[in-house]
Structure formats: structure tokens, C-alpha cells
């Protein structure tokens, strides 16, 4: 019962801080290999919250969209007029 | 002593179990939804009505502007007419068809763009309910 408690205790705590080696890009088949780290100063990016649940489309949201899919017509009609010899 | 072992060890576990579960990613985006005000549905749903045939066409043109020579409205067949307006000495004529094939081969080249931004309104509608 000690040793399966200490070894969950184990994964637990190991896993929280895996994949943190820096990662090694060789480029094509030359000899140069580039070592990329992100730098300690760079700060995290944040990540948006997912714990939302609902939300409310807004008009900015709409006029966004309508603007898009009238962009898409007016190109559309334009190709038209241009194949149909108008 | 066993007993403080016990309790000891049942410390450990239930910590190591709650920093597992505290890891754990949870898939949340699954669960949102997002509603549609009652003043912006029409509006809403005359713009997704809109969509479906806006696709197909982008499908024909995407279809019939690279196509061969015989398809009416490709570019290959604006390029025809303009060979002929030029073997017909209608020098004018051959240049605005030339110039129309340029055009029409920019456009080609916006196509699939479009094609992507109406795709992604479309899947808004079907998200908002408003099904195309």
C-alpha cells in the first residue's frame, strides 16, 4: 500500500512537468543544427478560458459575418459578368 | 503505529490523486453554446439563408473558369474569343477580351479563400441553429 501511494505520487508529480526538454531542428541534411528555447523573459501566452459554457452572439459578431458573405457575393457576381462576356 | 502509517499513507494517495485529476485536461469547448438575440434573428437567419447558394457557386466557377476552351465562360475561352478578335484585325476588342482573362484569373485565385470564409459562416448557422 506504501510503495503503490508513493508511486502515484510519483507519476503525479513527474507528469506534471513533462515535455519541457527544448526541442532540436536539424535543417535539411546539412551539419548546422539549430537548438530553439524559449527564452525565461518571454512571457506565457494566455490561454483562453474554456470553462465557458454559453454566450450571446453579438451584432459586431453579425455585421462580421454579413460583411464576409457579401465580400463573397460581390466577387461571385463580378466573375460572372466577366465569363458571361457583360 | 500502524495506525498513523495508514492515515500517512492515505495523505499521499489522496494528494497524488488530486494533483492527477487537477491535470487532467477537460474538454469544456464541447459544452458551449451560444444563443442568438431575438432582435438580430432575422437578420441571422436571412444571412445564413444566403449561404448555401452562395457555395454553389463558388463550386461552378471554381469548376467552369479553369476549364478547356469549349466550356462557355472559362478563361480558356475568353482567350479564344480574344485570338479571334485578333485574327479579325479588332485589335480593341482582343485587349479588353485579354484584359478580361487576367481578371478572370485573379478572381480564380480568390475563389477558394472565399470559398472558406462562407464555409466557416455556414458553420456558425449551424451552431447558432439556424441550419443551411
Not at chain 1, 535543417?27 to 459554457?53: D, H, L, R, Y
Not at chain 2, 485529476?21 to 451560444?34: I, Q
Not at chain 2, 476588342?93 to 459562416?121: C, S
Request: aromatic share 4%; net charge positive.
Amino acid at each position: 500500500m506504501r510503495k503503490f501511494a508513493v508511486l502515484i505520487a510519483v507519476i503525479a508529480l513527474t507528469g506534471c512537468g513533462a515535455n519541457t526538454a527544448a526541442p532540436t531542428v536539424t535543417t535539411g541534411t546539412s551539419a548546422i543544427t539549430e537548438t530553439t528555447e524559449t527564452p525565461s523573459s518571454v512571457p506565457a501566452k494566455e490561454v483562453p478560458s474554456t470553462t465557458a459554457v454559453s454566450s450571446t452572439f453579438s451584432e459586431a459578431q453579425l455585421t462580421q459575418l454579413e460583411s464576409s458573405v457579401n465580400n463573397a457575393q460581390t466577387i461571385l457576381d463580378q466573375t460572372d459578368q466577366l465569363s458571361n462576356g457583360n | 503505529m500502524k495506525t498513523v502509517e495508514t492515515t500517512y499513507m492515505r495523505m499521499v494517495a489522496t494528494l497524488a490523486l488530486t494533483a492527477v485529476l487537477f491535470f487532467v485536461p477537460t474538454n469544456a469547448d464541447a459544452a458551449t453554446s451560444v444563443s442568438v438575440p431575438a432582435n438580430l434573428q432575422p437578420r441571422a437567419k436571412a444571412l445564413c439563408n444566403r449561404v448555401p447558394n452562395l457555395l454553389m457557386r463558388v463550386d461552378n466557377q471554381m469548376t467552369r473558369l479553369p476549364a478547356g476552351p469549349d466550356t462557355v465562360g472559362s478563361i480558356a475561352w475568353v482567350k479564344e474569343k480574344a485570338q479571334q478578335a485578333q485574327a479579325r484585325n479588332r485589335k480593341q476588342a482582343a485587349q479588353e477580351l485579354n484584359n478580361r482573362a487576367d481578371v478572370l484569373t485573379q478572381k480564380l485565385a480568390l475563389l477558394p479563400n472565399q470559398k472558406a470564409a462562407l464555409q466557416k459562416v455556414q458553420d456558425t448557422c449551424v451552431s447558432l441553429g439556424f441550419t443551411t
